[in-house]
């Protein structure tokens, strides 16, 4: 399972697959030392005994906006497929899911609601 390590969906798939004693891999968009989201510490932590936490930045390099949408390739790239469970046109799952397709990987999404914003980006 290979995913950004944010709150909501990504933490859940990183909890789950380490609760099966599952293989994980946490993408930083910021140094290995600057574990973001701040929340989210012990579980990156937790991800670096068992699997793999990877970023392309040196260490003290804080997280910036535009550091998510690059790491996203990354994210892509170390991926056979890439799942969206919820992506609004313009969202971190929908650039994830770009980079995916450009890569020449698998895309699936999970349908949601078509009156849901949260859902736009998975029905496109």
């Given amino acids: 399972m290979v995913s950004g390590g944010a709150y ?6 990183h909890r789950a697959t380490l609760s099966v004693d599952g293989r994980t891999v946490a993408v930083l968009a910021g140094g290995p030392d600057v574990p973001y989201p701040q929340g989210h510490s012990a579980l990156l932590h937790r991800i670096a005994r068992t699997g793999l936490v990877v970023t392309e930045y040196p260490p ?15 994210v892509a790239a170390l991926s056979g497929a890439t799942v969206v469970v919820e992506a609004g046109l313009r ?17 699936c999404a999970v349908p949601g609601p078509v009156t849901s914003a949260a859902s736009a980006g998975c029905h496109t």
């Fill in 8 to 13: 909501g969906i990504d933490g859940a798939a």
């Fill in 60 to 74: 003290g390099t804080r997280p910036a906006r535009y550091r998510f949408l690059v790491r996203n390739r990354l």
């Fill in 91 to 107: 969202s971190g799952a929908a650039n994830t899911a770009a980079w995916a397709r450009a890569l020449g990987r698998v895309v």
